[in-house]
C-alpha cells in the first residue's frame, strides 16, 4: 500500500510508520516547546523550522535517487538540533507534568535518532 512512497524497500509499511512517529514526535516537542516558552520564542521557531524541514528530508532522502548520502548527514544534524532545543525546553519548564512529557518524547526522538543511523546506512550505503 505504501509501495509508492517509498518503492524499493521490503516494508514500506514499516518506513512509514518510523518516519510518522518520528515527525509525530517532533511536532510534539514543538508544541510543547512553544507551551513552554512561548509561540513566538526563538526556540519555538527554530524546533518548527527544523521539524518541517526533517520531515521533509526525512522522505526524500529514503525514496531512491531524490536525495544523496551527503543530506543524510544535514538531516541528522538538524534532528540533533531539535532534540537539543527540545532539551533546553524541559530544562527551563516550570510545569513538572509538561517537563516529564517533554523528557519522554525526547527520549523517543533520541531512540529514533539512533535508529535512522542504521536506516540511512541501508538506503546509501548497502545497495
Same mark, same amino acid.
Given at each position: 500500500?505504501? *509501495?509508492? /512512497?517509498?518503492?524499493?524497500?521490503?516494508?514500506?509499511?514499516?518506513?512509514?510508520?518510523?518516519?510518522?512517529?518520528? =515527525?509525530? /514526535?517532533? $511536532? +510534539? /516537542?514543538?508544541?510543547?516547546?512553544?507551551?513552554?516558552?512561548?509561540?513566538?520564542?526563538?526556540?519555538?521557531?527554530?524546533?518548527?523550522?527544523?521539524? +518541517? /524541514?526533517?520531515?521533509?528530508?526525512?522522505?526524500?532522502?529514503?525514496?531512491?535517487?531524490?536525495?544523496?548520502?551527503?543530506?543524510?548527514?544535514? *538531516?541528522?544534524?538538524?534532528?540533533?538540533? =531539535? $532534540? $537539543?532545543?527540545?532539551?533546553?525546553?524541559?530544562?527551563?519548564?516550570?510545569?513538572?507534568?509538561?517537563?516529564? $512529557?517533554?523528557?519522554?518524547?525526547?527520549?523517543?526522538?533520541?531512540?529514533?535518532?539512533?535508529?535512522? =543511523?542504521?536506516?540511512?546506512? *541501508?538506503?546509501?550505503?548497502?545497495?
Amino acid at each position: 500500500m505504501f *509501495e509508492w /512512497l517509498f518503492p524499493g524497500w521490503s516494508n514500506p509499511l514499516g518506513l512509514t510508520a518510523f518516519v510518522g512517529l518520528r =515527525i509525530l /514526535l517532533n $511536532v +510534539a /516537542l514543538t508544541v510543547l516547546a512553544a507551551r513552554a516558552v512561548g509561540r513566538r520564542a526563538a526556540t519555538t521557531v527554530a524546533m518548527a523550522a527544523g521539524t +518541517a /524541514l526533517s520531515a521533509a528530508m526525512v522522505v526524500l532522502l529514503l525514496r531512491p535517487g531524490v536525495l544523496g548520502y551527503t543530506a543524510s548527514f544535514v *538531516e541528522l544534524g538538524v534532528q540533533l538540533a =531539535i $532534540v $537539543v532545543l527540545g532539551g533546553y525546553v524541559a530544562y527551563v519548564d516550570r510545569s513538572t507534568g509538561r517537563r516529564v $512529557v517533554t523528557t519522554t518524547a525526547l527520549v523517543a526522538a533520541l531512540a529514533l535518532l539512533l535508529f535512522t =543511523i542504521p536506516l540511512y546506512g *541501508e538506503a546509501f550505503v548497502a545497495p
